[in-house]
């Protein structure tokens, strides 16, 4: 069966630091991956979303980035993180697209101090 | 923007009650989904509906699409305690790349 693993569940970062969260999928090769945002109480905003290993599509501008290095990982990354970057992110994926179920990791709660 | 709106975004029902969400949306589909979130976790899908059907069942869950309206129901039946969970429903956009999520209905049910 196929199943996502996302990393670290909680992290705590200063503003202007770092940031990388990793995330893989097992038990299925080729799948779409996605990276998302979701603020308190709301629905989610679509950051990122991979087709293939090195093909990334930006849905917002932003001050992160994704990449795709293995066909199952998926990384959302910061070079200098802001306030606003706070927030609860979730990895999901899906075998091909369009009538597809996503399926999604446990999230990582991400607080910028 | 969101493609889909559900309504209300916060139900509160007794267990036992039915609870009733709706989801509109704004362009034509293939299909919808809907999705479930207990606090603090992933989405978890619940049940997709095509275009060409009306209404679908799974266990106590039954989901309905009017296209005409462009509105789609989720009905839970004899609700528990542990139905308590935030409900999206979810759209594709017509490449198929991109699933866009409502903000979502906040269930509580109180035992």
């Known amino acids: 069966s196929q199943t996502i693993h996302q990393w670290p569940a909680t992290l705590v970062q200063p503003v202007g630091s770092p940031l990388s969260l990793e995330c893989t999928v097992e038990?299925?090769?080729?799948?779409?991956l996605y990276w998302y945002r979701q603020a308190a109480g709301r629905g989610l905003q679509l950051l990122f979303y991979?087709?293939?290993?090195?093909?990334i599509s930006s849905e917002v501008p932003q001050n992160l980035s994704a990449s795709r290095p293995q066909d199952r990982q998926f990384i959302l990354s910061s070079k200098k993180l802001l306030l606003s970057d706070s927030g609860f992110y979730l990895c999901?994926?899906?075998?091909?697209?369009?009538?597809?179920?996503?399926?999604f990791g446990d999230g990582t709660r991400l607080s910028i101090l | 923007s969101q493609q889909g709106e559900e309504d209300p975004q916060a139900l509160s029902i007794q267990e036992g009650e039915n609870a009733t969400m709706n989801c509109s949306y704004k362009?034509?589909?293939?299909?919808l989904q809907w999705y479930r979130q207990n606090s603090g976790r992933g989405l978890v899908h619940l049940i997709l509906?095509?275009?060409?059907?009306r209404e679908k069942h799974s266990g106590r869950l039954r989901v309905t699409l009017d296209t005409s309206k462009k509105s789609s129901s989720l009905l839970i039946t004899a609700s528990r305690a542990a139905d308590t969970a935030s409900y999206f429903c979810?759209?594709?956009?017509?490449?198929?790349?991109?699933?866009?999520f409502g903000g979502g209905t906040r269930l509580m049910v109180k035992p």
């Open positions: 999901a994926w899906s075998q091909g697209q369009g009538d597809q179920p996503q399926h």
């Open positions: 362009t034509s589909i293939n299909n």
């Open positions: 991979s087709v293939g290993i090195g093909q």
């Open positions: 038990g299925t090769s080729n799948p779409n």
């Open positions: 509906i095509r275009s060409n059907e």
């Open positions: 979810a759209t594709y956009n017509n490449a198929g790349n991109m699933l866009t």
